[in-house]
């Protein structure tokens, strides 16, 4: 069985003293769950600070973004050693708006894996096809193509160590949503297409987080089908009382 996995997107939300405070209040309000795995994700600046505030509680820390580079010339980027002593246990990769915004490509994603996985840092990585993919019936060539080559040099033991998280970015911020059951069907996908290039055993293992506006009002439904694994959450992350409720769905 797998253990579902709730993690906040916190995005480019928050101050330090605003983020010490969601935690804060986040902390209280989960504190004796123990049947799903809370992490909450908050700005670069605020990683030490959160850390600090959920040592020792049932609330890890994670990171938005790293770089594959340990240290040198590159400016504005942050590595992953840094996030790990800063009190980060996982990292987000390969985000929408990442891709979208910022030229993160399949390329760039396997990059940061790799150094992620192999320095300790536990990764969530992103994958997810857009409203034009959809409508021309490509999910899954998009989708595969994404798993294909993001998660390309894996061993079987290390996609077990990596969390996925399905986003339908035609989901995310436009009205729109997917049915559980259209999520449940790129889930299966997903799953079904690691049995190929790894094994069953491999597939069965991996957690796949559904990342397509998850609420209170839809995570049951979501998290009762058999290949959805839990939330990435982004607006619902930004209030501890929504985000307690995901938690204890």
Same mark, same amino acid.
């Given at each position: 069985?797998?253990?579902?996995?709730?993690?906040?997107?916190?995005?480019?939300?928050?101050?330090?003293?605003?983020?010490?405070?969601?935690?804060?209040?986040?902390?209280?309000?989960?504190?004796?769950?123990?049947?799903?795995? !809370?992490?909450?994700? /908050?700005?670069f600046?605020?990683?030490?600070?959160? =850390? #600090?505030?959920?040592? &020792? %509680?049932?609330?890890? *820390?994670?990171?938005?973004?790293?770089?594959?580079?340990?240290?040198?010339?590159?400016?504005?980027?942050?590595?992953?050693?840094?996030?790990?002593?800063?009190?980060?246990?996982?990292?987000?990769?390969?985000?929408?708006?990442r891709?979208?915004?910022?030229?993160?490509?399949?390329?760039?994603?396997?990059?940061?894996?790799k150094?992620?996985?192999? !320095?300790g840092?536990? /990764?969530?990585v992103?994958?997810?096809?857009?409203? =034009? #993919?959809?409508?021309? &019936? %490509?999910?899954?060539? *998009?989708?595969?193509?994404?798993?294909?080559?993001?998660?390309?040099?894996?061993?079987?033991?290390?996609?077990?160590?990596?969390?996925?998280?399905?986003?339908?970015?035609?989901a995310?911020?436009?009205?729109?949503?997917?049915?559980?059951?259209?999520?449940?069907?790129?889930?299966?996908?997903?799953r079904?297409?690691?049995?190929?290039?790894?094994?069953?055993?491999?597939?069965?293992?991996?957690i796949?987080?559904?990342?397509?506006s998850?609420?209170?009002?839809?995570?049951?439904?979501?998290?009762?089908?058999?290949?959805?694994?839990g939330?990435?959450?982004?607006?619902?992350a930004?209030?501890?009382d929504?985000?307690?409720?995901?938690?204890?769905?």
């Open positions: 069985m797998r253990t579902p996995v709730i993690a906040g997107n916190w995005k480019m939300n928050k101050t330090v003293a605003e983020a010490v405070a969601l935690a804060s209040e986040i902390k209280e309000k989960v504190a004796g769950v123990e049947n799903v795995k !809370i992490i909450v994700c /908050p700005v600046t605020a990683v030490k600070s959160v =850390a #600090d505030v959920l040592k &020792g %509680t049932n609330v890890k *820390v994670g990171a938005q973004d790293m770089y594959w580079e340990t240290s040198g010339a590159y400016t504005g980027e942050v590595s992953g050693e840094m996030l790990m002593e800063a009190g980060a246990e996982y990292v987000i990769i390969g985000h929408s708006e891709r979208q915004y910022f030229g993160e490509t399949n390329e760039t994603v396997n990059k940061k894996l150094k992620a996985l192999s !320095i840092l536990k /990764p969530i992103c994958i997810g096809e857009t409203l =034009a #993919d959809r409508e021309a &019936g %490509t999910t899954e060539a *998009v989708v595969g193509k994404q798993v294909k080559e993001g998660f390309v040099g894996l061993t079987a033991e290390e996609m077990k160590g990596t969390i996925i998280a399905y986003e339908p970015v035609w995310i911020g436009t009205g729109k949503t997917a049915t559980a059951e259209q999520a449940e069907a790129v889930h299966a996908f997903v079904n297409l690691i049995a190929q290039l790894w094994d069953k055993e491999t597939a069965d293992a991996v796949i987080q559904y990342g397509g998850m609420k209170p009002e839809n995570v049951a439904s979501l998290l009762a089908q058999p290949d959805i694994d939330g990435l959450i982004g607006g619902a930004l209030k501890a929504s985000f307690e409720k995901l938690v204890k769905f």
